[in-house]
């Protein structure tokens, strides 16, 4: 693995620098096979340590989950002694002894608990080995009697893991056909892409056999075939015996064998662990891609920020005045788009702000105030009442006196200094919040933005109380001159006959407009029917209030218009188990509202839904009940009362009551429709397009006056940070898109193998023709002639005639066709199987 190291650790290298885990997540690699197979010795020597326990019989009892991690010095760490350096393999030997036999016992117990060892090497990849319990059918000492389905089960737990190799360890001394670990592998690995067959002890078979076929993929082939190793011997092991002359002496027998010498360069520990090094070649360039395009990605994101920074110089002088022209600029363009609208990618999807939350204020909040600081109309009567009677005093009033008229207008006019004055606070709190969205990108600067935001929003603040100055004076102009002769008042002849209009219809003329619609349950319907109440859909307009069944309004209950009926509020009894609100519509002259009810009561979840359900009906013109009782209940009061429903039996007052409510609510509609009109224009003129011109004028002229410039543009220790990572992270991103490109150019993959016919596993034993004798038995002679070239000839061709059967990884399937110079009848030599003869 030693021309993967290099590569990995260029990566590496690059990616810390980053700051970025790699995500290479390289295989692991498990070896499965029965008991004394060399499954320890196999991964002994992808380490080229001599540190795993070593005996007959079952030696590994705990599965040892091996970390090799890529380090400058050499020695070994166990999770269970975390802190603790093992320089010494023989310790490391010692311990997984011990640590096995803690957990274990010291007779031949096994246990699934893992033993974690981490070795760090400068001559490792990082990788993740695991040794696993060799396969086993009979129970001895301490083992548990379903000892062979604890140890398959242990094994399966690593294997199926999709980024797990697998090592199907088989001596060859025994029978491939029935090797549970091919068996094993198969089971997880349907198409064999990730098992490799491992064919061990191939010096310790039988005198006058060899496992030549089964090593050329012929005989129960694998996808990716068999490679032969052969292992030191226990007597090697006890003399301390060198891995590197063990892997010596394994070339030289290869090379030596009559049977392998033909295939000796794809045999032996070196080329398996060049098998599995192209292997995680092939993983590294698969993960490669993904890495590249994050980078790119990332690249990208930084290029245009970087621009700003790489020639930045944190002293030089020209360079801040540069940066905070910049930084004015830019906040000037920010205010003025989000005062007045873009179709930028950074509008705000979440919540109406800037203009249109300035726009809702003008045109639907102010209207708001100003219909729900209407008085109740009972009240407005009475007031009226009482202004014509002391205007008269005492003499009798033939006519209708226009002081009255006057003075009641007068007091409605008076209370619109409040809706307007609360429309000024909305709007300058609203224009605060966008000072503060536009000035952070100025964070980078916190002198430099803390005086910004305070010179603005003192400037705006200074409007603002101008602003509210000019908009009083508004409200009295309106109150200083009552405009009779106004070409929208309805005047004295017009008020007279609505009045009498009035009394014969007892309605209103509104346009019909939808002003609320949303779910309310009606408490009183559901307690009658002796059922529970359920919610209806409402839709409230400015005449009537609907229920339906449902939201989609294709089954409507009923229509109640909104005439002459009032709100009150219905406390809850102390008996009642119900948590929602309700408040009550009902008509004051006692009529029935709904068949029998003489008032419908309205519930929600929520306090905050019964107001806005109300404000909704204060639109609408229904307004709440106010109780006329006085507190103190002393005699004047008894009398005004009385006094008041006295009025009320007088017929020639009551024309000129209705007159004069006819004239104010004519006149008032004038004065809030010039309210409506004038406030949101003054608002705008005196502090948003002022706002906007000291931003765009005056700002830069404040900022030079109030300090030294050098303090104001002192970046915060975040912002340099912040900075030098940026710059960092640019210029590293760029060495691993090198590094990257570097290391696609100088690595080769491999394809995988085509698949083979290896049905031969799970039905092996039952079929005698995929069942040959093992490996160890005779080979009987060919009659071929040996070809001049050198090796076997092949075998003769079946007596019956028929064509010779397909080699199982052969491309085509068919026979090749006969090559000239050959006995007749003959076939050439089969097509090895080569797939790992690619060019690492």
């Known amino acids: 693995m030693d021309s993967l190291i290099p590569i990995v650790n260029k990566l590496q290298d690059a990616f810390t620098q980053l700051g970025v885990h790699m995500q290479l997540d390289l295989p692991q690699i498990a070896v499965v096979g029965g008991q004394s197979a060399g499954k320890s010795s196999v991964l002994e020597n992808f380490v080229g340590k001599d540190f795993l326990p070593r005996g007959s019989g079952i030696v590994t009892r705990r599965p040892l989950i091996l970390q090799l991690i890529n380090g400058i010095t050499e020695y070994g760490e166990f999770l269970h002694c975390k802190g603790k350096k093992f320089t010494?393999?023989?310790?490391?030997?010692?311990?997984?002894e011990d640590e096995t036999d803690r957990v274990t016992g010291s007779n031949k117990g096994i246990s699934n608990i893992p033993i974690n060892l981490r070795v760090h090497s400068p001559h490792v990849l990082n990788l993740t080995l695991i040794d696993l319990p060799g396969l086993t059918k009979v129970a001895i000492g301490d083992q548990p009697a379903d000892i062979e389905q604890q140890i398959r089960n242990m094994i399966l737990q690593f294997i199926r893991k999709e980024t797990c190799l697998i090592l199907a360890v088989t001596p060859a001394n025994t029978d491939l056909a029935n090797s549970d670990a091919l068996k094993l592998a198969k089971e997880v690995d349907p198409q064999g892409i990730r098992t490799i067959g491992v064919i061990t002890k191939l010096d310790l078979m039988d005198e006058g056999t060899d496992a030549r076929d089964i090593l050329e993929n012929k005989l129960l082939p694998l996808r990716r075939g068999y490679i032969g190793v052969v292992n030191r011997s226990q007597k090697d092991i006890d003399g301390r015996k060198d891995i590197h002359m063990a892997l010596a002496a394994e070339r030289k027998f290869f090379l030596s064998h009559p049977?392998?010498?033909?295939?000796?360069?794809?045999?032996?520990?070196?080329?398996?662990?060049?098998?599995?090094?192209?292997?995680?070649?092939?993983?590294?360039?698969?993960?490669?891609?993904?890495?590249?395009?994050?980078?790119?990605?990332?690249?990208l994101a930084l290029e245009k920020d970087v621009q700003e920074f790489k020639h930045f110089q944190p002293g030089d002088t020209s360079i801040k005045t540069k940066a905070m022209l910049q930084m004015i600029q830019q906040l000037q363009s920010d205010f003025e788009r989000t005062i007045e609208g873009s179709g930028s990618a950074l509008v705000n999807t979440n919540e109406l702000s800037g203009g249109a939350k300035i726009n809702r204020i003008f045109h639907e909040r102010l209207r708001f105030e100003i219909v729900k600081m209407a008085c109740d109309e009972k009240e407005l009567r009475r007031e009226i009442s009482f202004a014509i009677r002391n205007i008269h005093g005492i003499r009798v009033g033939l006519f209708t006196p226009d002081m009255a008229f006057e003075?009641?207008?007068?007091?409605q006019i008076a209370q619109l200094k409040e809706p307007v004055i609360k429309c000024v606070d909305l709007v300058v709190q609203e224009l605060s919040a966008v000072v503060r969205l536009c000035t952070d990108k100025m964070s980078r600067y916190p002198r430099l933005r803390e005086e910004t935001e305070r010179i603005i929003t003192t400037h705006i603040?200074?409007?603002?109380?101008?602003?509210?100055?000019?908009?009083?004076?508004?409200?009295?102009?309106e109150l200083a001159y009552m405009n009779t002769n106004h070409e929208d008042f309805?005047?004295?002849a017009n008020a007279q006959n609505k009045s009498e209009n009035a009394n014969k219809t007892g309605t209103r003329q509104l346009g019909n407009q939808v002003i609320r619609k949303g779910h309310m349950v009606i408490q009183n319907l559901g307690i009658m029917k002796g059922g529970g109440s359920r919610p209806y859909w409402f839709v409230l307009t400015s005449e009537s209030i609907s229920w339906y069944k449902d939201e989609d309004e294709k089954e409507k209950k009923y229509m109640l218009p909104l005439d002459g009926l009032k709100l009150r509020d219905i406390e809850q009894g102390f008996m009642s188990m119900s948590?929602?609100?309700?408040?009550?519509?009902?008509?004051?002259?006692?009529?029935?509202?709904?068949?029998d009810y003489k008032q419908l009561e309205l519930s929600c979840e929520t306090v905050e839904d019964v107001e806005s359900w109300k404000a909704s009906f204060l639109r609408a013109g229904v307004y709440p009940e106010k109780q006329e009782t006085q507190e103190n209940g002393d005699e004047e009061g008894r009398e005004e009362k009385q006094a008041s429903v006295e009025t009320s039996t007088d017929p020639q007052l009551e024309r000129q009551v209705e007159t004069i409510r006819n004239l104010v609510d004519s006149y008032m509609k004038i004065v809030t429709k010039t309210t409506r009109d004038m406030v949101p224009k003054s608002i705008m003129m005196l502090i948003i397009n002022n706002t906007k011109d000291f931003i765009n004028g005056e700002l830069l002229a404040h900022l030079y006056a109030s300090g030294d410039q050098s303090q104001m543009m002192e970046e915060s220790a975040e912002a340099a940070s912040k900075r030098e990572e940026m710059l960092r992270m640019y210029h590293a991103c760029k060495d691993a898109l090198r590094i990257i490109g570097d290391v696609s150019m100088a690595t080769v993959s491999a394809p995988l193998p085509p698949p083979v016919k290896n049905d031969w596993l799970p039905s092996g034993l039952d079929n005698p023709r995929l069942s040959p004798p093992s490996p160890g038995g005779p080979r009987k002679p060919t009659p071929v002639a040996q070809p001049a070239a050198g090796g076997r000839g092949p075998p003769p061709p079946p007596a019956t005639g028929r064509p010779a059967p397909a080699i199982p990884n052969r491309p085509g399937g068919g026979a090749p066709p006969l090559p000239g110079g050959r006995p007749g009848g003959a076939l050439p030599p089969p097509l090895l199987p080569s797939p790992f003869d690619e060019p690492l």
Request: charged share 30%; with cysteine.
């Open 579 to 595: 948590r929602r609100v309700t408040f009550a519509l009902f008509s004051p002259d006692g009529r029935n509202l709904y068949k």
């Open 407 to 411: 003075a009641i207008v007068k007091r």
């Open 88 to 96: 010494s393999f023989d310790e490391v030997r010692k311990e997984i």
């Open 461 to 477: 603040r200074e409007r603002e109380q101008l602003c509210k100055e000019q908009i009083l004076l508004l409200i009295d102009f």
């Open 259 to 299: 049977s392998y010498r033909h295939i000796a360069d794809r045999l032996g520990t070196p080329y398996l662990q060049r098998v599995l090094n192209q292997q995680l070649t092939n993983h590294i360039r698969d993960t490669l891609p993904g890495l590249r395009d994050k980078l790119q990605k990332q690249m």
């Open 490 to 492: 309805i005047g004295f």
